[in-house]
T-cell receptor, first 112, second 114 residues
Framework: ETGVTQSPTHLIKTRGQQVTLRCSSQSGHNTVSWYQQALGQGPQFIFQYYREEENGRGNFPPRFSGLQFPNYSSELNVNALELDDSALYLC???????????FGQGTRLTVV | AQKVTQAQTEISVVEKEDVTLDCVYETRDTTYYLFWYKQPPSGELVFLIRRNSFDEQNEISGRYSWNFQKSTSSFNFTITASQVVDSAVYFCARSMEYGNKLVFGAGTILRVKS
């Protein structure tokens, strides 16, 4: 059984650009959540997808958007990148909305 | 905001010492889950435990133990006989309502020296 995998591992973008981060959920998991972890802080919930529908959103602006595909993999898109978007972006998958979540290794995004 | 507070920013211990990581949470929910995760330098969050708000029994798993006290809104984590491999950042989290959308604390950096 493969775990949660994220790509790319590292990414450098320029302010104002757009970025897409990808997450493959663990086999048998239909729920994916995304978190942003700034340096030295705890992860902050961005949003969750359950069976291709958004199922809750944290305090993030609309330029943070996502998708979940029929195979339950997911994308996080961020438009109009700002310097403060520099962070580790973590994806977590779970069997359902109520079971424990397992995290990927994250994508380190640097905005310059 | 209903916060999760980990008052200890950083703890340093010598190998074989016991260490307790504190966690205090706020919530208006009557049912919720509490979690602990470990984050090694590689960045991945490693799941350690999930505790239901209805279950206040302490839990032990090998060298790890957890003490949940609903009356004080605390969910503390103890590592017995610490090892160098325990060095990591540890996060306490609670669920938003009765699911797995999580509110994390700021984390505690644990350094175990040989």
């Amino acid at each position: 059984e493969t775990g949660v995998t994220q790509s790319p591992t590292h990414l450098i973008k320029t302010r104002g650009q757009q970025v897409t981060l990808r997450c493959s959920s663990q086999s048998g998991h239909n729920t994916v959540s995304w978190y942003q972890q700034a340096l030295g802080q705890g992860p902050q919930f961005i949003f969750q997808y359950y069976r291709e529908e958004e199922n809750g959103r944290g305090n993030f602006p609309p330029r943070f958007s996502g998708l979940q595909f029929p195979n339950y993999s997911s994308e996080l898109n961020v438009n109009a990148l700002e310097l403060d978007d520099s962070a580790l972006y973590l994806c977590a998958s779970s069997r359902t909305q109520n079971t424990e979540a397992f995290f990927g290794q994250g994508t380190r995004l640097t905005v310059v | 905001a209903q916060k999760v507070t980990q008052a200890q920013t950083e703890i340093s211990v010598v190998e074989k010492e016991d260490v307790t990581l504190d966690c205090v949470y706020e919530t208006r929910d009557t049912t919720y889950y509490l979690f602990w995760y470990k984050q090694p330098p590689s960045g991945e969050l490693v799941f350690l435990i999930r505790r239901n708000s209805f279950d206040e029994q302490n839990e032990i798993s090998g060298r790890y133990s957890w003490n949940f006290q609903k009356s004080t809104s605390s969910f503390n984590f103890t590592i017995t006989a610490s090892q160098v491999v325990d060095s990591a950042v540890y996060f306490c989290a609670r669920s938003m309502e009765y699911g797995n959308k999580l509110v994390f604390g700021a984390g505690t950096i644990l350094r175990v020296k040989s």
